[in-house]
Nanobody, 127 residues
């Protein structure tokens, strides 16, 4: 089963930026559609961004809560998906996870998990 490792979290002030990484090894990475999820204390885990594979046309998708602030990208040569997070807010504080996600018949990724969960990486936005 595909095992993903998240990294890049940390403590940042409101308005700051972080870049998270989601990496895997030993797989044909370019076939996987990847989504980012997060979970805050007392809340359910939510999907907020995803990117389809580079087989065909690559699509991205964002929840309204992060649209315009976060950007997802992938580097298949490095088996890595990135999440650039800008203009961070205290409500972005959460443990961030990546996992595999499905596609619609039109080829758009869906922010629903179909894979396993890793350890996640903590993002704390606080002054």
């Amino acid at each position: 089963q595909l095992q993903l490792v998240e990294s890049g979290g940390g403590l940042v002030q409101p308005g700051g930026s972080l870049r998270l990484s989601c990496a895997a090894s030993g797989v044909s990475w370019e076939y996987y559609n990847i989504g980012w999820f997060r979970q805050s204390p007392g809340k359910e885990r939510e999907g907020f961004s995803c990117i389809s594979s580079n087989i065909g046309r690559t699509n991205t998708n964002y929840a309204d809560s992060v649209k315009g602030r976060f950007a997802i990208s992938r580097d298949d040569a490095k088996n890595t998906v990135y999440l650039q997070m800008n203009t961070l807010k205290p409500e972005d504080t959460a443990v961030y996870y990546c996992t595999t996600v499905p596609l619609t018949v039109q080829g758009m990724c869906i922010m629903t998990s179909i894979g396993s969960w890793g350890q996640g990486t903590q993002v704390t936005v606080s002054s």
